[in-house]
C-alpha cells in the first residue's frame, strides 16, 4: 500500500509538471469552448419564440454545431488522451534504466503499474470534470437556461462512463508500454488497436453478419431474418470498447432514447404506441439501460490490467 | 563465519542456454568479495537472482537469511544494489532523486533532509545537490547511486561494475568509498568487475566465473598457491584470471570438440 502511495504521487507530480500535460488540456479546452459557443449561439436561434423544452441543456453536449458535438469529440479524442497519458509509462522507466533500480526497492511490482495507472485515472477525471464544468458554466450564460437535477445527474452518469472508458485506453496503452520495449512501437501498437477497433470493426461485424446470419436474396423483407441478421451484427459489434461507449454515452445523454437497439422494426400498433409515449426517459430507467455497457467496459478494463500483471510480473528485468 | 550469502545449486537457464550453472558460494558478513568474469559470465544474472528479480530455474539462495525467490521484499529491505549504468529520473534534481527512493523504503519525512545531505556529502556531492541529474556526468551518477545505495543503510551492496567508464581518478575515489563502506559501516560488498588491479588492491575474497560456472573462489593467496604455485609477493591477479581464463577456454573447446564427434 505504501509504495503504491509513493509511486501514485510520483507519477501525479510528473504528469502536472509535464509539457504534455498543458498542450493536451489547452488543446481539449480550446476545443470545447469553440465547439460550445458555436453549440449554444445555435441552439438559442433556435429555441427562440418557443416555451422552454425539457432537458435542453443537455443539447449542449448532443447537437452537432458547425463540426461535431461534444459528446462526439471526447469519443473520438478520448482514447488518444488515455494513449498520450499511458504509452510510455513503462518503456521510459526502462529507456532511462530506473525500472531495475524501482525493483529493487521494498515494494511490490504490482504497485508500480497500479500507481501509475491510478494517477493516469486521476488526470483523465480531472480533465473531463473541469471539462463539463466548463462547458456547463459556458452553456448557463449562452443559453441562459438553468439546468435541472435531472440534466445533472444525467451528466455525472455520463462523466462517469467517459472516465471509465478512457481508463480502458489507459490500461491498454500501460500493457502496450509493458510488452514492447521501444516508446514509439508502444505507442504505434496501441494506436493501431484503436483503429481496428474505430474503423474496422464495424465493417467487421456487419461481414459476420452476413455469413452467421445471411439475407437471402428473395426474403429482405422478412422480419424474422433481418431481426437475426441485426443481433449478429450488434453482438459481434459490441465486443468493440467503442461501440460499447458510444451506445451508453448517446443514450444518458438522449433521454427521449429508450433503448440502446438501432433497428426496432415496428408494426403499426408499436409504430402508434410510440408517437404517443415519445417522452423523455427518467434517469434511473437510463442508467438502468447503460448499466450493462458501463460493466461491460470495467470487465474490459480489468481484463486488459489482468494481462498486464501476468507480463509485468514475470517480466526479466535486467539493467542493460 | 558468520555467512550473510549462500547459494546452493543456484542455476539458471535462458531457452537452451545455461547462464549460470549450479553456483555454490559463501559470502561472510563483512567482508569485501569481488566478483570477476568476462562478459556474459552470469555475474548479472547471479546478481538478478539474489535481489529477487529473476527467479532461478533451480537451487536456492539464501541472503540475510532470507529467499529471495519467496521473501523478495524482505531482500530487498536489506541490500542496496547498484546496477550497472545505473539510471535517474534526468528531470528531476539529486535531491528530488533520492527522496523518491527514501519515500520507496518508507523512510519518514522527517528524519530525512537531514540524512539525504549527509549522504551526498559523504559522496562529495553536496554542492550539485540542487541541479538536475540530466547534467551530471557519468562519475558523478554513480556516485550519487552510491548515495542512494547508502541512504538505505543496508546490510549488504550489490555492486554491478561500479568502476566500469570512470576515469582513473574516479576510478580511485569509488574503490575508496567502497573500501570506506565496508569498514567503516560494517556493511558486506558484493561487487563484480573486469579491472583486476583495483579487485586485488581492496577485496579480501574473490570468485571467478566462467561461462556460468565458478571456477575458482578464494583470497589472493590461496588462489595464487593453487594455480601458480608460487609462495608469495610476486604475482598479480592478472596472472591468475588468465591462468583460469586459458584453462577455462580450453575445457570449452575440448567439450565442445567431443560433442562434434
Redesign the interface.
Known amino acids: 500500500m505504501h509504495g503504491l502511495f509513493v509511486m501514485y504521487r510520483k507519477e501525479l507530480e510528473d504528469h502536472f509538471s509535464s509539457t504534455r500535460f498543458i498542450l493536451l488540456l489547452t488543446v481539449i479546452l480550446m476545443v470545447s469552448l469553440v465547439t460550445t459557443y458555436m453549440v449554444g449561439t445555435g441552439l438559442r436561434k433556435e429555441l427562440e419564440g418557443f416555451a422552454k423544452p425539457s432537458l435542453v441543456f443537455l443539447l449542449l453536449f448532443t447537437s452537432t454545431g458547425a463540426l461535431f458535438s461534444l459528446a462526439q469529440f471526447i469519443a473520438f479524442f478520448g482514447p488518444l488522451i488515455g494513449m498520450i497519458l499511458g504509452f510510455d509509462a513503462i518503456s521510459r522507466e526502462r529507456a532511462s534504466r530506473t525500472l531495475s533500480k524501482l525493483l529493487s526497492q521494498p515494494i511490490y511490482r504490482d504497485a508500480v503499474i497500479n500507481g501509475k495507472f491510478l494517477a493516469g485515472l486521476t488526470i483523465i477525471s480531472l480533465m473531463l470534470l473541469s471539462i463539463v464544468l466548463l462547458i456547463s458554466g459556458m452553456g448557463l450564460w449562452v443559453l441562459g437556461v438553468v439546468p435541472g437535477w435531472e440534466e445533472v445527474g444525467r451528466l455525472a452518469v455520463y462523466l462517469v462512463i467517459s472516465i471509465v472508458y478512457i481508463g480502458f485506453w489507459l490500461a491498454v496503452s500501460i500493457l502496450c508500454s509493458i510488452l514492447f520495449r521501444g516508446l514509439a512501437t508502444s505507442a504505434l501498437a496501441s494506436l493501431a488497436l484503436w483503429i481496428f477497433l474505430a474503423f474496422f470493426m464495424a465493417l467487421g461485424a456487419s461481414l459476420a453478419a452476413d455469413v452467421f446470419s445471411p439475407i437471402p436474396p428473395g426474403r429482405s423483407s422478412d422480419p424474422e431474418t433481418i431481426l437475426n441478421h441485426e443481433q449478429t451484427r450488434e453482438t459481434v459489434a459490441s465486443f468493440s470498447p467503442i461501440t460499447l461507449y458510444s451506445q451508453a454515452a448517446t443514450t444518458i445523454l438522449d433521454p427521449t432514447r429508450n433503448t440502446t437497439r438501432s433497428l426496432i422494426l415496428m408494426g403499426p400498433m408499436e409504430r402508434l404506441s410510440l408517437s404517443r409515449f415519445q417522452n423523455p426517459l427518467p434517469l434511473l430507467q437510463s442508467t438502468l439501460i447503460v448499466m450493462p455497457y458501463l460493466i461491460s467496459l470495467v470487465a474490459v478494463t480489468v481484463v486488459c490490467f489482468a494481462i498486464c500483471y501476468a507480463f509485468f510480473m514475470r517480466q526479466e528485468v535486467r539493467s542493460t | 563465519m558468520d555467512t550473510i550469502i549462500h547459494t546452493q545449486d543456484l542455476t539458471k537457464r535462458y531457452g537452451s542456454q545455461t547462464a549460470v550453472d549450479r553456483l555454490n558460494l559463501e559470502v561472510a558478513r563483512g567482508e569485501i568479495f569481488g566478483f570477476l568474469g568476462p562478459n556474459g559470465a552470469g555475474k ?1 544474472t547471479t546478481f ?1 537472482m539474489l ?1 529477487g ?2 527467479e532461478p530455474t533451480s537451487g536456492s539462495a539464501r541472503v540475510c537469511g532470507f529467499d529471495p525467490t519467496r521473501e523478495a ?2 531482500v ?2 536489506v ?1 542496496g ?1 547498484l ?8 528531470d528531476m534534481t539529486a535531491v528530488d532523486n533520492l527522496r ?2 527514501a ?4 523512510i519518514r519525512d522527517g528524519a530525512l533532509a537531514g540524512k539525504i545531505d549527509a549522504v551526498l556529502d559523504r559522496v562529495g556531492l553536496l554542492a550539485e545537490a540542487r541541479k538536475r541529474v540530466g547534467a551530471y556526468s557519468r562519475g558523478m551518477r554513480q556516485r550519487l547511486g552510491i548515495a ?1 545505495v547508502l541512504m538505505k543503510e543496508p546490510q549488504v551492496v550489490f555492486l ?1 561494475e561500479p568502476t566500469i567508464g570512470l576515469d582513473p581518478d574516479g576510478t580511485q575515489k569509488m574503490l575508496e568509498m567502497v573500501r570506506l563502506l565496508s569498514r567503516e559501516r560494517g556493511i558486506t560488498v558484493f561487487f563484480s568487475s573486469h579491472q583486476l588491479d583495483q579487485v586485488q588492491r581492496i577485496c579480501d575474497r574473490v570468485g571467478i566465473m566462467l561461462q556460468g560456472h565458478l571456477v575458482g573462489v578464494g583470497s589472493m593467496d590461496d588462489l595464487a598457491k593453487r594455480k601458480l604455485g608460487v609462495d608469495q609477493a610476486q604475482y598479480s591477479l592478472e596472472e591468475i584470471y588468465m591462468k583460469y581464463f586459458q584453462e577455462g577456454v580450453a575445457a570449452a573447446t575440448e567439450t565442445t570438440g567431443q560433442a562434434g564427434r
Not at chain 2, 83 to 90: A, H, L, T
Not at chain 2, 103 to 106: F, R, S
Open positions: 548479472t538478478l535481489l528479480l529473476s521484499l524482505k530487498k529491505r541490500v544494489y546496477p550497472e549504468n545505473v539510471g535517474f529520473y534526468d523518491f527512493v519515500h520507496l523504503n518508507g542512494e554491478d
